[in-house]
């Protein structure tokens, strides 16, 4: 047991994953002898060479495709986009083909491709680096999409979704990559970097987080909170603010939603809310309030609130009123036990 | 120019536009016009060598690969040493396909199919490159290379199972007719999108590079659809890692109504293939010979690593681009008469009587079998159900297949329509 | 006044708006001088030449991106997707530039684009002639999104979609191109064409139908249901099959939705069913649901519940199993006002 | 070959790739190697007429027009007539540019901006092209052509504005630095996707040509950019329709830490042109006066009605890709001063003394001038507001212009925020 930044934790899932298995393969854009604008391939380049750490041409479709060709092919390809923001060249790949290749060839041809991609704000990026697009990827069937809130489960997700036989959309908060975070001013009060908090606790070897499962991140009798990536801890930092008794669900894969632990809390709540940093109409904090209004009616006790990014594009001078703030999620979670 | 605007409404001058809009080989009522092809003579093109620069295939990729000429014989560099039995095993293939095609297209007139699309006219291309490739080759086609599936041998009765989604239906049901997957042939699944597969293929060989291996693949793609940013990405991954594939564009002169001018930038595609480095060969599509040749050659570059090679063929869409169009509505009615390239069929024919190993007699007595085995083939076929009566695949069975093992809320949804059943 | 089929509407909307505004052409793959594969087009390049409805080459990004660059321009350039299963390899154009590109230019550039797509089953067209993505563009700030029920609205939606200086998605359920639509064995008694039907009556001048306004298709008052596209005329041969006393309201347009009126409707129906065609999980139903239960919350008398296309690919054979039929429709209802 | 697999797993046996990847002109530890690169003397290239045919251009993409000997003489038929004033003007501006460039990069090192990226060693490029445009003409660049704003006079105090986001930015705070938009300069708003402005540049001299306008545009990407499909859309559509339009690649020899080799496919980034039929020419980015020849022939064939023109920059990016990289990591250090052609400012001014109209004295002068203006406008930006301290745009701003009114939903998620603020 060591501990990890989750750049680290991610770059050694990478890294046990291709000594496993020579099908194991990295691509995408300077993720080769660079090590990735973000450094999740560091290392890499040197240890398994410049095939299996594969510099590509900037063309997200080409290097979609690409892996799809070579998953046809046996080959288990970890794809890199740069950023989130730049995944939609690729889109079509990844939704008319990628998605769909195992239901219309009736099981005969399939494509374990992994994609990832840095999302969310965080580094001042303006509209182009900051995006948080897993929304469109939970409305297309065929597709697993994944969002680690902290190291131990970045690497042990990431270990899952190259496993897989089914592809997978696997979202990287990038505004955690280096510690947790828990809104603006961080004042927590909780560690500040992964190397002192518990989830930054990470073995060395192998093992997995098994997809499909969300996570109890503290227990609570009065109201239900649903976050993935950032806004696990944000929600955290808000749940100690109010003073809420909340229940912190992270969901960790949002397709297949683990829609049994999620039931079982809001039915015990009685009370919901949803956070994401994705724009609020039609993300997928939309999908969680229509489940959670579907298996949860007669349990509600006041109205599931969504606290989100706004309808707007990021901005890059006003990322903290953009942002869904520890402040914001507070109020939403007093209002909602306001309510009886 | 634009036409004058004449509406009820107020109508505004219209701008005096400059723009350029190129133009159709004929459209209805005017006269077939192919001038602006380039076709030399059949054995005017060199044979390089497998190594060749790609530079130094702009001859190649300007000009037209052709072994037959007018009086059937093969001539030049490029005719290829193939026995007159796989010659007629060629012609057979060709046949095959054109009677299947037909019995389809009449069966979809007649409501047994909800859709099909024939690839008459161009028969050389699918059945001649199957030819020329090992059957550890993967083939990554549109849904215009029928002829492929036929000479790596799928059952007709497969094949039309698939199309009207019974319950032997490999697809389950799943997909329109004709596209067709089959991995057991190397046969990539066809999908709706077009060109999506090119950039696949060159994944796809990658790999094969990758690990060592050296079987290649084999992409087709229309002239239409070469278009698409697809075709970009398979020719930028294909040259940039030396990939061993075939990048073939049958050039069938329509994009359903859409002549091939708005896709060729008024060159030959083979020229777009110089620009990225790889060696490009236009050929005559509608000459076994040739395109058997040029296939050949493309694939031995291939496996012995000297990476992609970019075909373009030339040949006619003969017949509608699918059942869901009447070409006359588009084009000169005399348009594919007009074709100077001829008939692929009618070509190879006259090649084999030329060597004397075959006869017109054959020829029609070969028609008639195969015009019976096909019929043999769709009684087979709808008695394992029909697309109106089934038997068809169970219902419940569309939900399995979006992931490997299915999760509890398609297990939710599929119980919905098992209990509706 | 005249009867015209939700073809000729658009048509006609077309041909309107051309002959008023030089500015304004049609663009999209056979749709010159073929007039379309669904003939939308039919006719404008004899009346207005080459120019004015362009082919263009099979490639839908290049075709949105010349599109944009033509809005920039001062024109009004109408793209036709020829069906809307193909609009992926657009979208990055569509998402990261035409919806984005008034906002990250502080108000400097737009480009008033409309991007027609015919949507939606009803031809046999398998997993890729059959697709509703309208879901994903709500996602996206910047963009409306419309789907007309009818060929009167088809005509005034289209007409102020092209007049509107923001971009429009603008979806034609391919279904009722033709006719009206009640179900699979269209045995709901209505008309069955359009030249029968009251909303087939078109004047053949100019109007508009404005964005943003739903439409109170039937008033009830036990039940509201959300609908758009094929899917009014389904509800509505549902609602009379089920004999619920239901308010069916015909969105219109998705994105900016007309929340008034549907929380109108639903604070004094106290239930809501909401219909789409498309893949059921973060599908635009998704938000109609989190709106509605956010809106309404203490009107609900039951869930609000989701009719929809099953979360497959839209199978060839199983188009009337997979489609959302009059009978799981009236279910709906009756689950809906049996609660109390 | 892969290398070995070492790991504290069972290390499964890795596969012996044949794959081919291409590799960099350097690495940290290696010499630099620009061998492959053709460059042939000044004044080699002939110059053809406006209506030369594509094809008739392959020796212009696969050698390089140059103007500037190694003495600084002009010479060859490319040689532009210019004035001595016109050519201090250029001088000045690329002196202009780097003064700004070097006080951003330092400002962004002290935390005044988020973020900002450097065009050293490519000033000629937008200077030498913006000088040979006309004012009207629309320009569709990357975050790397900031030389085209100082030439259509933006006055400095605003780009700065922009760049760290005060209350006097007219992207109200919306857009990372260097992300430009400049209505008034006919300068279109910079996108963070690569490459997009490509393909609708195309789209703009298509609606100029539709209108009947004599307006022109011109576009800029980046050698690793032209991997991405709106390139090749714009390449298709531009040849299709003849649009009026500049298509210029830059070819700095990187993107990020990738070279320019996983983008050429071997060959140059011009001969890409040829495939698409449009007339095609490779100059060296670093002479001011062969790049300014280029373009004003480029576009004089555009404004008569001759087309697109496909336009190879060859040029070297001397600082790292922006402030987040050091190009220490993936390149030699010494690369930049390998680089055989040159620095453009050094060219330019040695070509100027040459001809009796410049002096050492004078260009050290300008440099102080310089700096002290860009200093002064610093001071006057910060004035307006600060990244970190303001004042900003009002917070509330940020809804606006999503649509050109602001719906209603809108409206109440800015109330929220006003609350709030
Ligand atoms: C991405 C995409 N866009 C549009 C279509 C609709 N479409 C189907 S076939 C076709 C024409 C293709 O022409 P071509 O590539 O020349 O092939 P051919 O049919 O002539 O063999 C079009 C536009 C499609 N299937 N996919
Ligand atoms: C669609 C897209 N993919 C990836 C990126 C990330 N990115 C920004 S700049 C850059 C390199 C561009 O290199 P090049 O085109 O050579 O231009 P240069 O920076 O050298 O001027 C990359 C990969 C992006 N901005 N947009
Ligand atoms: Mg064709
Ligand atoms: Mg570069």
Known sequence: ?340 | MNSSVSSTDAAPVAYASKLHVPRASSRPGEPPDFQSLMIPAAGAQDKPAFDVAPAATAELAHGLVRVLDDDGAAVGPWAPALSPARLRDGLRHMLHVRAYDDRMFRMQRQGKLSFYMKCTGEEAVAVAQAMALDAGDMLFPTYRQQGLLFVRGRPLVDMMCHCISNAGDNLKGRQMPVFYSWKEGNFFSISGNLATQYSQAVGWAMASAYKGEDHIASAWVGDGSTAEADVHNAMLFASTYKAPVLLNVVNNQWAISTPQSFASTGTTFAARGLGFNIPSVRVDGNDFLAVYAVTEWAAARARNGHGPTFVELLTYRVAGHSTSDNPDGYRASDEAAAWPLGDPVARLKQHLILLGEWSEQQHAELEEELKASVAADWKAAIALGTLEEGPHWPVASMFEDVFKEMPAYLKRQQAIVEERA
Not at chain 1, 117 to 143: D, K, M, N, W, Y
């Open chain 1, 1 to 340: 047991m060591t501990t990890m930044s989750m750049v680290q934790a991610i770059n050694s899932a990478l890294d046990c994953s291709m000594a496993r298995d020579p099908g194991v393969l990295v691509m995408g854009q300077d993720v080769g002898y660079f090590g990735g604008v973000f450094r999740c391939t560091e290392g890499l380049y040197d240890k398994y060479g410049a095939h299996r750490a594969l510099d590509t041409p900037i063309a997200e479709g080409g290097i979609v495709a690409a892996a799809i060709g070579m998953g046809v092919n046996g080959l288990r390809p970890v794809v890199e986009m740069q950023f989130a923001d730049y995944i939609y060249p690729a889109i079509d790949q990844i939704i008319s083909e990628l998605a769909r290749l195992r239901h219309r060839s009736g099981g005969e041809f399939w494509a374990p491709v992994v994609v990832r991609a840095p999302s969310g704000g965080g580094i001042r990026g303006g509209q182009t680096h900051s995006q948080s697009p897993e929304g469109i990827f939970t409305h297309v069937c065929g597709l697993k999409t994944v969002m680690p809130s902290n190291p131990y489960d970045a690497k042990g997700l990431l270990i899952s979704a190259i496993e897989d036989d089914d592809p997978v959309m696997f979202f990287e908060p990038k505004r955690i990559y280096n510690g947790p975070f828990y809104g603006h001013n961080n004042s927590h009060g909780g560690p500040s970097t992964w190397a002192t908090h518990a989830d930054g606790e990470v073995p060395e070897g192998h093992y997995t987080v098994p997809l499909g499962k969300a996570r109890v991140v503290r227990e609570g009798r009065d109201v239900t909170v649903l976050a993935y990536g950032t806004m696990v801890h944000v929600a955290e930092a808000a749940i100690a603010h109010s003073g809420v008794d909340a229940e912190l669900l992270d969901l960790r894969t949002l397709l297949p939603l683990d829609v049994e632990s999620v039931a079982a809390s809001v039915q015990k709540t009685g009370r919901c809310v949803v956070v994401h940093e994705a724009t609020r109409t039609s993300g997928y904090g939309a999908e969680l309030v229509a489940e959670v209004q579907e298996t949860c009616f007669w349990h509600l006790r006041a109205p599931v609130e969504r606290v989100t990014g706004w309808d707007t594009p990021y901005p890059h001078a006003f990322e903290w009123e953009y942002f869904p703030s520890r402040e914001r999620i507070s109020e939403a979670l007093k209002r909602a036990v306001a309510c009886d």
